[in-house]
């Protein structure tokens, strides 16, 4: 199947699309987008072409939800993509099946669950996007406080957090520090409701933020650099980012397999595919991703990694903090803070 589908008519097209042509169809919830999981689709297909890959294609928080309402009855069989704490609660919560993969040792302690849960394929630094033929270069904000400058009111435009492990990684982060600075959350939820002020709009998913980010209904955005990385080498929204100078949370993706997956050999057979040597290479080169693993030669990556690992600073987060408490405070900032700036 060449498209994503919504969860409630994905058993009828399994069997209509893979059972049908006596496929084994093979399931991945993934938030990673349509170009890079149509490739990854593709190519696995042509390594065995029994089997069919179906995947849909959803926020990280959204992959999580939707494996716990169907936790009792799954429906996918692998995992691509989300922060490593969202992982992490999937794992505490008995939704993900150990595998080890052959790289296992290529990866840091940090980068993979100790009961082999999940590893880390890619490393994610969030940055601040902007319009580029809206704001110059000179007046771009370089760092996380200066989104919060009255100058950019109704300017901002983000990805709705509830959905987005990007979004939620960068609100946490912010929150993190400041308890940290602190000693309360109180800062930080004060931080994000200065930026709620300036904030526009939240979009439902990418692909409308990139649209509106376009027609400079926002000029201003905080996301991830693959993703600024890839929408300015593959469209025409004149999108540029900085990432920002304090310090930037750097996410580890990951991947697992799913608790009760109803094609667990094929998954692992997929899951070794798109991280092996030469698809986190093309990954590197053609999506902008940056590989977890630390066996890869460095003069095998894009010299834009090798530069980005060199002169990015990075922000110190408690990863098991935010595990612990993000969905917490995502809670609060939905309740007390979303669409509330501007009355402040």
């Avoid at 100790?114 to 601040?128: F, M």
């Amino acid at each position: 199947m060449r498209q994503a589908v919504g969860v409630m008519g994905l058993a009828l097209l399994a069997a209509a699309c893979g059972g049908g042509s006596g496929k084994t169809v093979l399931t991945v919830y993934s938030p990673h987008g349509k170009d890079l999981l149509q490739h990854y689709e593709q190519g696995f297909e042509r390594t065995d072409s029994t089997v069919d890959v179906q995947w849909v294609d959803m926020g990280s928080q959204e992959v999580l939800d939707r494996l716990r309402a169907e936790a009792a009855n799954p429906q996918a069989d692998i995992w691509f993509g989300a922060p490593a704490e969202i992982f992490e609660r999937a794992a505490k919560e008995g939704l993900l099946q150990p595998y080890r993969p052959t790289w296992a040792t290529a990866v840091p302690d940090d980068a993979h669950d100790p009961q082999d849960l999940w590893y880390g394929t890619y490393l994610t630094p969030e940055v601040i996007g902007y319009n580029s033929e809206a704001v110059s270069d000179a007046e771009a904000p370089k760092d996380w406080d200066d989104v919060l400058d009255p100058r950019w009111r109704d300017k901002i435009i983000i990805r709705d957090p509830i959905a987005s492990g990007t979004m939620r990684a960068i609100f946490g982060a912010i929150i993190a520090r400041e308890l940290a600075r602190t000693g309360s959350t109180r800062a930080g939820y004060d931080w994000l409701l200065r930026l709620d002020a300036n904030t526009k709009e939240y979009t439902l998913n990418p692909t409308i933020l990139y649209q509106k980010l376009g027609r400079q209904e926002g000029v201003v955005t905080l996301y991830n650099m693959p993703d600024m990385a890839t929408l300015q080498q593959r469209t025409k929204i004149p999108v540029k980012w900085v990432v920002p100078v304090s310090g930037t949370p750097v996410l580890v993706e990951g991947i697992a397999l799913v608790k009760g997956a109803k094609q667990p050999e094929v998954a692992k057979r997929f899951y070794e595919f798109v991280t092996s040597d030469e698809a986190l290479r093309r990954a590197a080169n053609d999506f902008l991703r940056i590989p977890a693993r630390t066996d890869l030669p460095a003069d095998s990556l894009p010299a834009w990694i090798r530069d980005a690992k060199r002169t990015m600073t990075t922000m110190p987060v408690d990863r098991q903090l935010l595990a612990d408490s993000l969905d917490v405070w995502m809670r609060y900032w939905d309740a007390n803070i979303r669409n509330r700036g501007k009355r402040s």
